[in-house]
């Protein structure tokens, strides 16, 4: 069964750091690899889809890297600012009947201070 | 294009109540799916499906059922509500195509409680 690890839970850095979040994950075979951000009380939106077979996606400030062999993924944000505060998921899919089916890892809580 | 659009937003139910969340999705996607997320949690599948009547059970399918009788709406039913069926219920959809490229969009959700 497919297990999902995000590390750390909670993470607060100053404004303007750059800062790494860890997604780690138990079996390589997957499809792809999904960053998600989530606000406070609201949906889920994709930051970063990253194929099993490339090693990393960039999005602006945002670059997400992915180690099928070793299980890992990071997502890398440069320059952080206030507007990033948010929990980051990862989710990584294998396919079968349900096309895509996604497991989530349990996030990491992102305050950003100005 | 609305995307995936849910409703209620809220809802506080009584243990043993039932009721539906509705999901619908304008992007003529053939998959969708039914997540919950308890807090602090990531999100886990409770059903999905991959076409109009054809729907099967996810990690956590016990005590909710659901339905798919057209391409737009995933209704997923909850028939006698427990307090640990209190959390954010998100639906979801995707292209049809089997595809490393397959991305999943998400509704806004419907924050339940059961007291």
């Known amino acids: 069964k497919q297990e999902v690890t995000q590390i750390p839970a909670a993470l607060s850095v100053p404004e303007g750091e750059n800062l790494v979040l860890n997604c780690s994950f138990t079996?390589?075979?997957?499809?792809?690899l999904q960053w998600f951000r989530q606000d406070p009380g609201k949906g889920l939106t994709s930051l970063l889809l990253?194929?099993?077979?490339?090693r990393e996606q960039t999005s602006g400030r945002l670059n997400a890297s992915l180690d099928k062999s070793s299980g890992r993924s990071t997502l890398y944000i440069a320059a952080s600012q206030p507007g990033d505060s948010a929990t980051y998921l990862c989710?990584?899919?294998?396919?079968?009947?349900?096309?895509?089916?996604?497991?989530f890892g349990g996030g990491t809580r992102l305050m950003v201070k100005p | 294009n609305a995307g995936v659009t849910q409703t209620p937003k809220f809802r506080i139910l009584k243990i043993g109540q039932s009721m539906t969340l509705q999901c619908a999705q304008d992007?003529?996607?053939?998959?969708m799916y039914w997540y919950r997320q308890d807090p602090g949690m990531g999100l886990k599948l409770i059903y999905y499906?991959?076409?109009?009547?054809?729907?099967d059970k996810g990690e956590v399918p016990n005590g909710y059922n659901v339905s798919r009788s057209t391409t737009e709406d995933f209704p997923l039913r909850l028939e006698l509500a427990a307090p640990s069926q209190t959390s954010v219920y998100f639906c979801?959809?995707?292209?049809?195509?089997?595809?490393?490229?397959?991305?999943?969009?998400f509704g806004p959700g419907t924050r339940l409680t059961v007291l």
């Open positions: 979801a959809s995707s292209y049809s195509q089997v595809s490393s490229y397959n991305e999943q969009f």
């Open positions: 079996d390589s075979a997957i499809y792809n």
């Open positions: 990253i194929q099993s077979s490339q």
């Open positions: 989710a990584v899919s294998r396919h079968n009947n349900a096309g895509n089916m996604l497991t």
């Open positions: 992007m003529n996607h053939n998959y």
């Open positions: 499906s991959v076409g109009a009547g054809i729907t």
